[in-house]
């Protein structure tokens, strides 16, 4: 059992990179990628889990960042948006969204790049009210949802290699 | 003053020492409501613990006579376990229901029933399945069901040192079945205006021979309504009988005025929520017998 | 006509050059930017919605290990009776600066009221908490009409509207407009509705929280990041809050999460730099959620009356609207719009409107969509509605006899050119959904919108690199894919790959003058600067073939990305590496004041079913129908139509302000103001209509703000048909639908 401190060092997987920092026992994940680790795909829209900007995958589970504590990602594996493209080349869901123009001003993109991602992993042939229900928590303002939710199924189906 | 100290005990005995001291101390599950409570300002503990890395805390266990759901077990691992969504459809509805999927993921049974909010999704469908509160305390253990755990908005039974362990609910005897519905303005990441949740058994007649009926948003704390459960015992679930549940749960009711919804407005939803419960039950019941 | 009748990049649907940093998590936001050695600030909000400051004590807070500086009201100008700016921008010095801090008085609950620079976030919160203020806490009103009651509360002792020169009062603004004379005419309508109608206030919602980091040196040089929509108005506004010369000020836009006219403004920024300025140190800020709700923004409510005359034959002959909308605690503006557009749809001869606004204990107003027309809107388009089923005519149809067309002229005494309306009805008529059946148990509403469109200020500096490739620098922050029309739009006139077109959103100091991202205008009017740098290039190019050719520059021609002169070509990629050879570098710089804006129009059409035991409303299908003049980058222009239809679905439905009686907002987050989430919506299908702006270049017309105008009447409609039950006051929640189906 950890022995208490005031700054916390922590080791976790970041993005498949083995990393250590330093964190407040009270820090959350989400200020510690942005702050620490200059992972500043990471957004902060609301700090209260309304909003979803700030999703990231904490050992393949989709979390927001705003409501994990730091110290709690001792010993697992963190993905944040700029962990998801394979060196140049983009994930389907990326790859998607920019070819169906959906986004516009951005804010909302790394929680949904990181959300759908983790739809497709767990769910390759999402409806469309699958898809719809499984980002309910990544809001966006701009787009009405249309084309992201396109994209979603769109990369789907991509990735089980164009199959209906 | 901000959070000081974060342990996470491995055992159980690790965590009644680490709440042993008398610093103003948390419990950490999945977090959804604590962190959110600390943000703004409702809580403010010197010492979270975090519960997590205790097995007991995260297992879910299926025996012949019960599921048992660590207090910290994730929604997200009860809906994807092999047994709980089938036997608990209608929990596995209220599981779903809390906030969106980065919320589910997190959030746990027990912090929902902890956290003991008026409007918690969970914890209607809890009473409905007649579930039991496993508590751990330094005298020992104790076991409450869940309607007595929840004593006023956002209060709960456990007293300082106490640890919610588990959540057991006893398996369903054949024909039986559960559901749980709730009134949001929007599908998703909203909190319930009103809820119901309900457990029925029917036998091969189509008699009700055992019904359990909680409704949650709608008082201080989620309620049995035992008087809508006797209304539907001993019936087909004809229209009259589900007008007279739904009467007793309208007469249970005795919600406020606030900006999710009027007092009037969250009485008749309530009842509205219960019929269609019933139908879904009852529904699945009948799928199961065919 | 435009000299670009077949367009060969216009009009496709190229990956947005800013894309790849935007999933990635490449891209800088407000609050991305962190500067070495920055100070986090914070602010001091008022716990009173309406309470005179009576002391500030800071120096508590000021004693604090790692505080390195304490603001208040007393550290910006004091505002006389100046005007910022003019036109559409116009805004007086004493209704912003409040905004920033406010000075002796608060009117609104969280204004901020002082601020504190500290080593640390935790600590600038703590230090906050340790500035101490006495109040006199003086009674609230949040509601119009009590405001404009006898015993109201009044919130500015020292304004006098047009019109009221003498007695106190809370009205802010009262505009009438008449054409004709409606009250006769009205003597000759065989039908006549007359109705009122509310819309709640709203907030823009986006989802990015108001940021910036600000640096201010020795020499008095300020250097300043922040999200927003227009970084020149910043710097101005920046500079007449502060007190520094605007010229010593440099403001970067970051990219920005959003704004929808809420960020058209300074809130954080001044703070910022005075702060920056006090402590010698950079100083980073980033807005609560919860304040940005409490303290910035909101659309304002309103109530309009409305009544409405035509005779049997399905004219159209009076209108009479009178709308009051709230301008929070400051002039806002809100009631000139309505005054001047609230029938823009309509051929009237005879016609009033009238525009009041009234000061409450809330945040001024500001911005939002196209301000001030939804909420006129929904009266105007459910009162024709309602007059099309008196008349038995089929409601597009009604719209049709009565739409303005080029010729007609708007309460403003303009008259239309060439507009689009006629064509989105009949395209809305003809449509797939228009001709389908409704679903049992659902309803469908049609409703109109309108938007004057901006023109303004724009300025664009293209710059050719030896390679070939444009780099194009732009003062318009890019908030929903501008850059991509920017990078399209040169590549029509240059004739080079659309890749080898670099568009930026270049700082205060390195382009040209340029006025916000709002009124719908960027990619109109940024677009034409951008539009006429290429084609000075092009000039430029071909002028300097033509010397090496030694022919009279008007015989060379331009195709195909290169200059030609009988079989003799130079390619753009030639001229732009021996440019040094060829007469220097080529940079192209345009400024302007765009006069080429038309309006804009749309139909949308919704399909609505109501829960009828629980009042519940699900949108089941809608399409969005629009005049885009010409799209430049067709997925984008669906962007702006279906974004603003759902956020004209969220006001209709669910999104609204709730005050208590002490003038606090109870629903700060976004967990109770309830902005659509993807499961409550269907597709929404966006139908473009071309009807090229006669005065644009490539005919284009702004789309942006149209799209929240028709949705709140075609949902209200809708629930009727779905109903049977009338709803004149939104939002159709649940438990205001299910009462009112219990009284009928």
Known sequence: ?164 | MAVQEFVSPTSLSEAQQAVGDGTASSWLAGGTDLLVGIRLGARDPARVIDLKQIPELTAIQVDETAVRIGAAASAFDVLHNSDVPSQFPGLAEALNLIGSTQITGRCSAGGNLCNASPAADSIPALIANGAKCRILGPDGERTLAVEDFVVGPNQNALASSELLIELILPRPTPGTSDAYLRLTPRTEMDIAVAGAGVSITMDESGECTAARIAIGAVAPTALLVEAAAEALMGSQLDQTAIDAAVAAVRAAARPICDKRGTAEYRIHVVGVLASRALANARARIKKAHS | ?744
């Not at chain 3, 009748?5 to 407000?30: C, M, N, W």
């Not at chain 3, 609950?109 to 500035?131: D, G």
């Not at chain 3, 228009?434 to 938007?451: D, H, L, N, Q, T």
Request: net charge negative; hydrophobic share 40%; aromatic share 6%.
């Open chain 3, 1 to 744: 006509m435009n000299a670009y009748q077949e367009f060969k990049i216009i009009g496709s649907r190229p990956i947005r050059p800013d894309g790849l940093d935007k999933v990635t998590g490449r891209a800088r936001y407000g609050a991305d930017l962190n500067m070495q050695g920055q100070l986090y600030g914070h602010v001091v909000r008022s716990p009173h919605a309406h309470a005179v400051i009576q002391s500030i004590d800071c120096s508590k807070a000021l004693a604090m290990e790692g505080v390195l500086a304490v603001m208040t009201g007393d550290d910006l100008v004091k505002p006389g009776n100046e005007m910022l700016g003019s036109g559409e921008g116009a805004m007086a010095l004493k209704d912003l600066v409040p905004m920033v801090m406010s000075q002796g008085k608060v009117l609104f609950h969280s204004q901020a009221v002082a601020a504190v620079a500290a080593t640390s976030p935790e600590l600038a919160a703590e230090a906050s908490e340790a500035v101490e203020v006495a109040y006199e806490v003086l009674p609230v009103v949040t509601d119009l009409h009590k405001a404009l009651a006898a015993d109201a509360p009044i919130l500015h002792d020292d304004r006098f509207p047009d019109g009221y020169p003498d007695e106190p009062t809370n009205l802010a603004t009262h505009i009438s407009l008449t054409v004709g004379d409606p009250d006769a005419a009205f003597e000759k309508a065989d039908v006549v509705i007359e109705q009122t109608y509310s819309v709640p206030m709203c907030h823009q919602g986006y989802i990015e929280p108001h940021a910036c980091v600000a640096r201010a040196d020795a020499a008095g040089r300020v250097d300043l990041w922040c999200c927003t929509q227009g970084h020149f108005a910043v710097r101005h506004y920046t500079s007449a809050v502060t007190g520094i010369d605007a010229g010593k000020i440099k403001v970067t836009a970051s990219e920005i999460g959003g704004g929808f006219g809420g960020k058209t403004t300074v809130y954080l920024e001044p703070l910022a730099v005075v702060l920056a300025q006090k402590s010698g140190r950079p100083v980073k800020m980033v807005m609560d959620r919860g304040d940005v709700f409490r303290a910035t923004g909101p659309a304002p409510g309103a109530e309009t009356k409305v009544k409405l005359g035509a005779t049997c034959d399905g004219k159209l002959v009076a209108a009479d609207v009178e709308c009051l909308m709230d301008s929070g605690a400051y002039n806002g503006n809100p009631a000139g719009i309505p005054a001047f557009m609230a029938t823009a749809c309509y051929k009237l001869k005879d016609a009033r409107s009238t525009g009041r606004s009234v000061y409450t204990n809330k945040p001024k107003i500001h911005a939002y969509r196209a301000p001030s027309i939804p909420q006129v809107t929904l009266g105007v388009e459910l009162a024709i509605t309602e007059l099309a089923a008196e008349l038995g005519i089929d409601p597009i149809e009604f719209r049709l006899m009565n739409a303005v067309e080029e010729g007609d002229a708007n309460m403003m005494g303009a008259s239309y050119k060439r507009i689009g309306l006629r064509e989105c009805l009949e395209v809305a008529r003809n449509h797939g959904h228009y001709k389908s059946a409704v679903a049992e148990g659902a309803g469908r509403g049609v409703a109109m919108g309108y938007w004057i469109n901006a023109g303004m200020q724009s300025s664009a500096t293209l710059n050719v690199i030896a390679d070939g490739h444009v780099s194009i620098l732009t003062g318009s922050p890019d908030i929903g894919g501008s850059r991509a029309s920017m990078a399209l739009m040169a590549s029509e006139v240059l004739g080079i790959p659309f890749e080898h077109i670099h568009p930026q959103v270049a700082a205060t100091d390195s382009v040209g003058h340029t006025d916000v991202t709002g009124g719908s205008r960027t990619t109109l009017a940024t677009g034409q600067a951008v539009i006429q740098a290429a084609e000075q290039c092009v000039a430029e190019m071909c002028r300097r073939a033509a010397a090496e050719w030694e022919v009279e520059p008007g015989l060379v021609s331009w195709s195909q990305g290169a200059a030609h002169y009988g079989d003799q070509s130079l390619t753009f990629e030639d001229l732009a590496g021996r440019a040094g050879a060829m007469g220097g570098p080529l940079t192209f710089s345009t400024s302007l004041t765009s006069t080429s804006t038309a309006p804009g129009f749309g139909v949308h059409i919704c399909d609505a079913e109501v829960d009828k035991e629980t009042g519940r409303t699900t949108i089941t299908r809608y399409t969005a129908i629009q005049d885009a003049g010409k799209a430049i980058h067709p997925d984008y222009v669906e962007g702006q139509m279906q974004g603003g239809a759902v956020q004209g679905i969220g006001w209709a439905l669910n999104e609204e302000y709730l005050y208590s009686d002490e003038g606090a907002l109870e629903n700060p987050g976004f967990l109770d103001y309830r902005i659509p989430v993807a499961s409550d919506l269907p597709f929404i299908n966006a139908v473009i209509v071309e009807v090229p702006n006669p005065l644009h270049p490539f005919g284009v017309k702004g789309v942006g703000e149209v799209p929240i105008v028709p949705p709140m009447p075609a949902i209200a409609e809708a629930v009727y048909q779905s109903t049977g039950v009338r709803f004149r006051d939104l939002p159709l929640n649940p438990p205001k639908i299910l009462a009112a189906l219990a009284n009928s």
């Open chain 1, 1 to 164: 059992m950890n022995k208490p401190l005031n700054k916390m060092a922590v080791q976790a997987t970041i993005n498949g990179e083995s990393k250590a920092f330093l964190c407040s026992p009270g820090q959350v994940l989400a200020e510690v990628l942005r702050d620490e680790l200059e992972l500043i795909g990471t957004k902060i829209g609301c700090n209260t889990g309304d909003c979803g900007a700030c999703s990231v995958l904490v050992d393949d589970r989709l979390v927001c960042s705003c409501l994990v504590l730091a110290a709690e990602v001792e010993g697992k594996s963190v993905l944040t948006v700029e962990g998801v493209a394979n060196g140049g080349e983009l994930h389907p869901v990326q790859q998607k969204l920019l070819e169906h123009g959906g986004l516009q001003c951005g804010i909302c993109t790394p929680g949904v790049v990181i959300a759908a991602k983790a739809l497709l992993e767990h769910n390759p042939y999402p409806t469309e009210e699958q898809a719809r229900y499984w980002l309910a928590g990544n809001l966006c303002r701009c787009t009405g949802y249309d084309k992201i939710i396109r994209a979603v199924l769109d990369a789907a189906k991509t990735m089980r290699g164009g199959a209906a």
